[in-house]
Structure formats: structure tokens, C-alpha cells
């Protein structure tokens, strides 16, 4: 042992901006608080409002076509093998061929890059546009993974609103006045996690324009692409590609309710060639060399799949969520410390505002999320975790009669909770 008086000097110390990215408020890190605060002894089940993960549902199981080429790609022995950092090619062109339905401008698989999940798509863009004194725009409310990727890789965030009164639109004079020149991008998330929002297409329109007069490119993260139930429908971002340069981020996650097989991708809808010029797709594909992407077998069940999986299948999973958004909407209004200011159009989530001035010894949305999940085994996430401190992000991709026991808890709970008029 050595004495006190004696210290070795080791070359090896922490990175600080890693201890700071992981002690960012994460979903993942604040349902992990939460989730400490359960009582052991409730006989109870847990009603898990808090993550956007349905599969663990019977109403929510994916399609047997899925499960069927995932057996298939394996007992073929064809993909054993590592696949190409970009991905393999039949894998590629059938995702340019899904993407390309909606599309005018018509993408190649050297468009379309594999990725392990959504998330590290995120991680492969954010660190490609990370430079000195770059920044980005990130919404508010927002999905807080790009904040964390963001401090990891040295680029300042910038946070825009979205307008609740105004369907979780992007304030769009806030975001031009956040911009400089060393902006690279803008982050928007549609259908909307947090929110449930869908950008009509007029909006997205809008988006660009305000792009290209600022110069950044647009980094849209469509995970639960064509997830909408709403009067607004669901348009890409890619079709306007030829105003602005859009990097589109995607998966099988959350359609086809598979997010444990991490199949994503980043794809790039710039017909203008802008970010071939500047090698962004060169330093895209460069960071891939060095990192790992999806199983193979997944990437050699993906033509199977897009090409085998019938309509019926998505109006399904796209009912269920219809029918639950319209429980959770319902039920919340019951509830008169909690206000839904927009019913959910898509994705799995609303964003709710509580009105601590109506309950007791409740001090912000951290503690009603720790009390709620010790009194009534209820899990939902509190809204400092996406950036909406007294605010709270509730999911109804859960079975239908979960759903009505857990908003029930609620509202029993902030009945026990009220102040006494």
C-alpha cells in the first residue's frame, strides 16, 4: 500500500464531458429514479406509463411475417457474416424502396446507412457535424437522447420552443433568432415524442424555407413514421429535400413494434447534392467503419419483411393507439390538476401540465412522478426529463384496460393530494 503522503501520478483521468452527458436527465435515468421509489408489497400490477416500449402487450405483438424472416434469415446461413459498415445492400434498397412511397425525389440504397436502432443514428450525426463551436438546435420539449449525444461530442445546444397552443408547432421567429453562423442543424421529431404532434404539411414547408435562409440542414427523426390517427396527415421531411438538405432517422422499432431487434437508419434526401459536396456522406460513412451496426441476420430479414408485411397489420397497431389516445385524453380530463392542451394525433405520448397550486405538498413534476409510483404503482415521466420542468410525458401504447386502471390511480391520487379549499 502506498502511505498517504505518497501518491502515484497515473496517465489515465475521466473525461469530464462524459460524467456531465450521463448526468443529463434521460428517459432511461429518470424512469430509473422512479422505479426505485415502487412499493415492493403493493399486490398491484405496475402500470408502466412512463416508456414507449408496447411489445411487452399481446394488443401490440408484431406481425408473425417479421418473426418468420428472422428465423428464415438465420436458418439460411447466409448472414453469419459481417455486413458492410453501411449495411447490406438488399437491406438498403429496401428501405429506399419503403422511404420512397412517400417521396418525390426518389433515394438509392447509397442513400440509406444501417444503423444499430434509432439511437445510434443519433450518435453518427451529431458527432459527424461536432466542431469546434458548433452548435444545435434542439426542441423543447424534446427527446433528451440528442442533448446527451450532443454534450458528449462538444456541441452547445440551443434549445427552441414548440408551441403547445399552437399544436406543439416549432416557434419559428425563437428558432431564427437562436442562429448564427456556427449553427450546423435543427432537430425536429415527427409524429412527436414527446408530444404526439403531427406537423402538417405546411409547417414542415415552413421548417425548410426557414433552413435554407439560415443554412443548416434538417435532421428529422421520423421513428414512428406513419404511427398517426389524427385528422393531419403524416409527411416526410424528405420531401422537401430539395429546399433544404434533410437527414432522415428512422427504424422498425416502433411500426412494427420490434425496438429489442435495433434496425435503424440514416438516410439523406438531398437531391441538390449539397452534402456530397461538403463529405458529409463521406465522414457519415467513415464513422460507421469505425463502429458496429445491426445483427446481420436482422438487416438480411429486412427485404422479407417490408415486402411480406400486409396493411392490415399497421391499421391494427394504428386503431389500438386511435382508441388509447382517446382513453388517455378523456380520462385526463376527469382529473382537474392535470391539463391536456392538445389530443394526441401520433406517436405513443402526450404531454400534460400539472397545476401544483390545486395539490398538496407536491413541490414539481419529479416528486408527483416519485409519490405517484410509491402510492400507486403508476410510472410515468416527469417532464424535466424532456425538458418541461411541471409538465408530465404519459404513454398509452399499453393495453387498453391498463391504461383505464392507471389513469384511474391518477386520479385517486390527486384526489388524496388535493388542497383543501
Given at each position: 500500500?502506498?502511505?498517504?503522503?505518497?501518491?502515484?501520478k497515473?496517465?489515465?483521468?475521466?473525461?469530464?464531458?462524459?460524467?456531465?452527458?450521463?448526468?443529463?436527465?434521460?428517459?432511461?435515468?429518470?424512469?430509473?429514479?422512479?422505479?426505485?421509489?415502487?412499493?415492493?408489497?403493493?399486490?398491484?400490477?405496475?402500470i408502466?406509463?412512463?416508456h414507449?416500449?408496447?411489445?411487452?402487450?399481446?394488443?401490440?405483438?408484431?406481425?408473425?411475417?417479421?418473426?418468420?424472416?428472422?428465423?428464415?434469415?438465420?436458418?439460411?446461413?447466409?448472414f453469419?457474416?459481417?455486413?458492410p459498415?453501411?449495411?447490406?445492400?438488399p437491406?438498403?434498397?429496401?428501405?429506399?424502396?419503403?422511404?420512397?412511397?412517400?417521396?418525390?425525389?426518389?433515394?438509392?440504397?447509397?442513400?440509406?446507412?444501417?444503423?444499430?436502432?434509432c439511437?445510434?443514428?443519433?450518435?453518427?450525426?451529431?458527432?459527424?457535424?461536432?466542431?469546434p463551436?458548433a452548435?444545435?438546435?434542439?426542441?423543447?420539449?424534446?427527446?433528451?437522447?440528442?442533448?446527451a449525444?450532443?454534450?458528449?461530442?462538444?456541441?452547445?445546444?440551443r434549445?427552441?420552443?414548440?408551441?403547445?397552443?399552437k399544436?406543439?408547432?416549432?416557434?419559428?421567429?425563437?428558432?431564427?433568432?437562436?442562429?448564427?453562423?456556427?449553427?450546423?442543424?435543427m432537430?425536429?421529431?415527427?409524429p412527436?415524442n414527446?408530444c404526439g404532434?403531427?406537423?402538417?404539411?405546411q409547417?414542415?414547408?415552413?421548417?425548410?424555407?426557414?433552413?435554407r435562409?439560415?443554412?443548416?440542414?434538417?435532421?428529422?427523426?421520423?421513428?414512428?413514421?406513419?404511427?398517426?390517427?389524427?385528422?393531419?396527415?403524416?409527411?416526410?421531411?424528405?420531401?422537401?429535400?430539395?429546399?433544404?438538405?434533410?437527414?432522415?432517422?428512422?427504424?422498425?422499432?416502433?411500426?412494427?413494434?420490434?425496438?429489442?431487434?435495433?434496425?435503424?437508419?440514416?438516410?439523406?434526401?438531398d437531391?441538390?447534392g449539397?452534402?456530397?459536396?461538403?463529405?458529409?456522406?463521406d465522414?457519415?460513412?467513415?464513422?460507421?467503419?469505425?463502429?458496429?451496426?445491426?445483427?446481420?441476420?436482422?438487416?438480411?430479414?429486412?427485404?422479407?419483411?417490408f415486402?411480406?408485411?400486409?396493411e392490415?397489420?399497421?391499421?391494427?397497431?394504428?386503431?389500438?393507439?386511435?382508441?388509447?389516445?382517446?382513453?388517455?385524453?378523456?380520462?385526463?380530463?376527469?382529473?382537474?390538476?392535470?391539463?391536456?392542451?392538445?389530443?394526441p394525433?401520433?406517436?405513443?405520448?402526450v404531454?400534460?401540465?400539472?397545476?401544483?397550486?390545486?395539490?398538496?405538498?407536491?413541490?414539481?413534476?419529479?416528486?408527483?412522478?416519485?409519490?405517484?409510483?410509491?402510492?400507486?404503482?403508476?410510472?410515468?415521466?416527469?417532464?424535466?426529463?424532456?425538458?418541461?420542468?411541471?409538465?408530465?410525458?404519459i404513454t398509452?401504447?399499453?393495453?387498453?384496460?391498463?391504461?383505464e386502471?392507471?389513469l384511474?390511480?391518477i386520479?385517486?391520487f390527486?384526489?388524496?393530494?388535493?388542497?383543501?379549499?
Amino acid at each position: 500500500m502506498e502511505s498517504g503522503a505518497v501518491k502515484k501520478k497515473w496517465g489515465f483521468q475521466v473525461k469530464q464531458e462524459h460524467i456531465t452527458a450521463t448526468a443529463t436527465l434521460t428517459v432511461r435515468s429518470a424512469l430509473t429514479i422512479i422505479k426505485q421509489n415502487l412499493k415492493e408489497n403493493d399486490p398491484r400490477p405496475i402500470i408502466p406509463l412512463g416508456h414507449g416500449d408496447p411489445s411487452a402487450f399481446p394488443c401490440f405483438r408484431t406481425t408473425p411475417v417479421a418473426e418468420d424472416a428472422v428465423v428464415d434469415a438465420v436458418r439460411s446461413a447466409e448472414f453469419n457474416c459481417y455486413s458492410p459498415s453501411v449495411g447490406i445492400l438488399p437491406a438498403r434498397r429496401a428501405i429506399a424502396g419503403y422511404l420512397n412511397r412517400d417521396l418525390p425525389c426518389k433515394l438509392s440504397p447509397d442513400d440509406v446507412h444501417l444503423t444499430a436502432g434509432c439511437k445510434q443514428a443519433i450518435q453518427v450525426i451529431l458527432t459527424v457535424l461536432a466542431r469546434p463551436g458548433a452548435n444545435i438546435l434542439l426542441p423543447k420539449p424534446g427527446f433528451p437522447l440528442y442533448e446527451a449525444n450532443a454534450r458528449h461530442t462538444h456541441l452547445e445546444i440551443r434549445h427552441f420552443d414548440l408551441l403547445p397552443e399552437k399544436g406543439w408547432e416549432v416557434d419559428l421567429d425563437g428558432l431564427e433568432a437562436l442562429a448564427d453562423e456556427n449553427t450546423v442543424a435543427m432537430v425536429i421529431v415527427n409524429p412527436g415524442n414527446p408530444c404526439g404532434n403531427v406537423f402538417t404539411y405546411q409547417h414542415l414547408q415552413k421548417i425548410a424555407e426557414k433552413a435554407r435562409k439560415l443554412g443548416i440542414m434538417v435532421i428529422s427523426d421520423e421513428v414512428y413514421d406513419h404511427l398517426t390517427f389524427g385528422s393531419t396527415p403524416y409527411v416526410r421531411m424528405g420531401v422537401f429535400g430539395s429546399t433544404v438538405p434533410v437527414i432522415t432517422l428512422g427504424s422498425m422499432s416502433k411500426r412494427w413494434i420490434v425496438p429489442g431487434w435495433r434496425l435503424g437508419w440514416l438516410v439523406t434526401s438531398d437531391p441538390s447534392g449539397i452534402l456530397q459536396e461538403l463529405r458529409i456522406v463521406d465522414s457519415i460513412k467513415g464513422y460507421l467503419n469505425i463502429s458496429s451496426g445491426p445483427a446481420t441476420f436482422v438487416q438480411g430479414a429486412v427485404p422479407q419483411i417490408f415486402k411480406n408485411t400486409k396493411e392490415d397489420f399497421f391499421s391494427k397497431i394504428v386503431d389500438i393507439l386511435r382508441d388509447t389516445a382517446d382513453i388517455c385524453y378523456d380520462r385526463i380530463k376527469e382529473i382537474p390538476c392535470i391539463t391536456c392542451p392538445r389530443k394526441p394525433e401520433g406517436s405513443m405520448f402526450v404531454m400534460v401540465k400539472l397545476n401544483l397550486s390545486l395539490l398538496e405538498g407536491i413541490s414539481d413534476d419529479m416528486e408527483f412522478a416519485l409519490q405517484l409510483a410509491k402510492e400507486e404503482s403508476v410510472i410515468v415521466l416527469p417532464g424535466m426529463a424532456v425538458g418541461m420542468k411541471n409538465w408530465l410525458r404519459i404513454t398509452f401504447a399499453i393495453e387498453p384496460s391498463a391504461l383505464e386502471e392507471g389513469l384511474g390511480r391518477i386520479k385517486a391520487f390527486c384526489q388524496r393530494h388535493a388542497k383543501q379549499q
